[in-house]
């Protein structure tokens, strides 16, 4: 811990938000709202900000707490929900010169009782603790005793969406969490979110007793995140060629539902020369913990993980989220994609989705044990994943206008780069829709896809035979449409809604809208199959970074690509120092920046963005040496 200015000292220091922005965080400027939200909080008011990923919503509070504290207002309590980040979290404010700390079960007690005293003090400026601590009866007591003495400066509660059952996310001591705000209701609250449909907004007002906080809504397009959906067709090799020909040497994450296929697809990256590292929930909490660490800490690996993994994580050079399996919602994709490019550059948000994905994300809806309301809300919100996912235009447009933003094509998805050609599918889906129709009036009976695109393309094999389907009129009426095709018309029709999978063997049968469409009434344009799977495009072509070494920002060459390699070292060196992931010690923009100018002066080292006072004072010198040996 720093040493601690005196109560004189820390009323001298500035104020103003942007004082504070520029000689504590090293930033020049606001981005976006953030300057309304600091000023709105600063004075003392409450307020609901949505903001998507990489938005910059730390320094919403951060700024605030910092002004507040030297104001004499005394503590901010961050609630976070996952205490396996507290450390770097305040880690990187102890980088800046900012004194905070964390309480969470892991501290032993000599620092717990440390860390109360100097939080009952009010020396403290932000103090993280996870809900079910904020909420207990002793930490409780602690608050209402800063309170009393006017030091209990603000709330500010981290990924507020927790609150909602209809989000993802839903942690129950997150409901306890209104508390706060019953007994304190002079102290200012700020929740903080990147996940915002129409619903989990309204449900984070009422449950927070957010209603008179102001609300701050953020653009929610990540303009540097490309987009693409693709057929799955041998997954693995999808996901192999997609890492080595776009993102060789990058960190990425990679998505799977089960923990089964976590742990066989992190073994098969390695065994493919891809490191790669497992987590889901059923790994030893040490485990999980270290291939967490390694992931923040080391550069290049990729993570294989459940959603497990991933809130919170901060780490602003991911370059690519895969995968596997199709989420349940465009909240959770949106969320999980999120984390790539956090840093503004390019990145990518890949995913493979096939037949066997809608019905799977279908079944759990049904065989889920909650109400008919929620699988109803539930159904809903995946429709409109898949609505996105078989889209033939922008899928920008479509993601932003689920969290109600209008916008234009955005030319950095795979639907804008590469049109995908459509068909009139009408006759096909009719076709195949009254085909699982006759099998039913036929015998009563329901098949899955592979006897319904035998019977369509009209092939004669031993099930066809046993149950005599060469005599229904629908034999052979599909021949003119290969295989994949088939399967493509009813992964569509499927998404759609008219056509549903059950029990245990996928079993077909039509729903009530199916009629619509067998009538005629209703025309499909369908997404063209890929017929042949595409072998690795034309590699990241218009990409900066093309082929470069992991990460090296794409515009350095020469002796600025040599000293962006040397203060990596230096880096690298002071992060294992300070057991903190090195990105915190200086992002990779700021790396670059100091390799580019090749500042020579302490007050040109200032000027650039990223280096504030305390890493100024800290590190200066060392930089200078590295730039200039
Ligand atoms: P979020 O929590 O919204 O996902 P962060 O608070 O982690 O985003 O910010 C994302 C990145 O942007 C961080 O590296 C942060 O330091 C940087 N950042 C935020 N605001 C600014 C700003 N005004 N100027 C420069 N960089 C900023
Ligand atoms: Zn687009």
Sequence with gaps: MSALPAADALEALPTQPLTILQEVFGYTAFRGQQQAIVDHVTAGHDALVLM?????????????????????????????????LMHDQVGALEEVGVHAAFLNSTLSLEDTQRIEREMMAGRMVMLYAAPERVTNLRFQAQLASLHERGLLSLFAIDEAHCVSQWGHDFREDYLQLNLLHERFPDVPRLALTATADDQTRADMIERL?????????????????????VEKDEPRKQLLRFIQDEHDGDAGIVYCQSRKKVEETAAWLNEQGISALPYHAGLDAAVRKKHQDRFLREDGLVMVATIAFGMGIDKPDVRFVAHLDLPKNIEAYYQETGRAGRDGASADAWLTYGLADVVNQRRMIDESPANDDFKRVQRGKLDALLAMAEAHDCRRVRLLAYFGEPSEPCGNCDNCLNPPATWDGTEAARKMLSCIYRFWQHGQQRFGAGHLIDVLRGKQTDKVQQYGHQSLSTFGVGAELSENQWRAVLRQLVALGHVVAEGEYNTLALTDSARAVLKGEVNLTLREAAETPRRGRASKTGKPGAGKAASAPADLTGDALARFAELRTWRAGVAREHNLPAYIVFNDATLADMARIAPQSLGELAGISGVGAKKLQAYGDQILAVLNP
């Design 52 to 84: 998507p990923t990489g938005g910059g919503k730390s320094l919403c509070y951060q700024i605030p707490a910092i002004a507040r504290h030297r104001a004499g207002k005394g503590v901010t309590v961050v609630v976070s929900p996952l205490i396996a």
């Design 209 to 229: 007793q957010l209603q008179d906080a102001r609300v701050f809504i953020s653009s929610f397009d990540r303009p540097n995140i490309r987009y693409a959906l």
